[in-house]
């Protein structure tokens, strides 16, 4: 796993997939709230005009020198959930990212977000 101390300084470096495929820029890491351990990073993708950002996991992702690497492949990332670049993600929606990546998903036990933004 790797450290996210400085999570400011990646933004906007380069995410890519398991092959150094580039699936778009880093914009923020999302933190499990029961761990508070780094969980997902939201990656924005698409044209100037129509962009988005998805979510990938970021259990056993490695960091170079401008790149944060997933081990996810371009096509799945890309398929994944996203919010527009200003949204924010629901509470009701952070099961279907987790699902969506085949990750066991359960709300704190009383409903609490299980994803918090750094």
């Given at each position: 796993?790797?450290?996210?101390?400085?999570?400011?300084?990646?933004?906007?470096?380069?995410?890519?997939?398991?092959?150094?495929?580039?699936?778009?820029?880093l914009?923020?890491?999302?933190?499990?709230?029961?761990?508070?351990?780094?969980?997902?990073?939201?990656?924005?993708?698409?044209?100037?005009t129509?962009?988005?950002?998805?979510?990938?996991?970021?259990?056993?992702?490695?960091?170079?020198?401008?790149?944060?690497?997933?081990?996810?492949?371009?096509?799945?990332?890309?398929?994944?959930?996203?919010?527009d670049?200003?949204?924010e993600?629901?509470a009701?929606?952070?099961?279907a990212?987790?699902?969506?990546?085949?990750?066991?998903?359960?709300?704190?036990?009383?409903?609490?977000?299980?994803?918090?933004?750094r």
């Amino acid at each position: 796993m790797f450290e996210a101390e400085n999570i400011r300084d990646w933004r906007g470096l380069d995410v890519v997939d398991y092959d150094g495929r580039k699936i778009g820029s880093l914009e923020s890491i999302y933190f499990d709230t029961l761990t508070d351990r780094p969980a997902f990073a939201t990656v924005t993708i698409g044209l100037p005009t129509r962009r988005r950002l998805v979510f990938v996991p970021v259990d056993k992702a490695t960091v170079g020198p401008s790149y944060l690497k997933v081990t996810y492949d371009k096509s799945t990332v890309k398929d994944a959930p996203g919010i527009d670049p200003d949204g924010e993600l629901a509470a009701e929606d952070e099961g279907a990212v987790f699902s969506h990546y085949h990750l066991p998903y359960e709300p704190g036990s009383r409903g609490e977000r299980r994803l918090g933004r750094r």
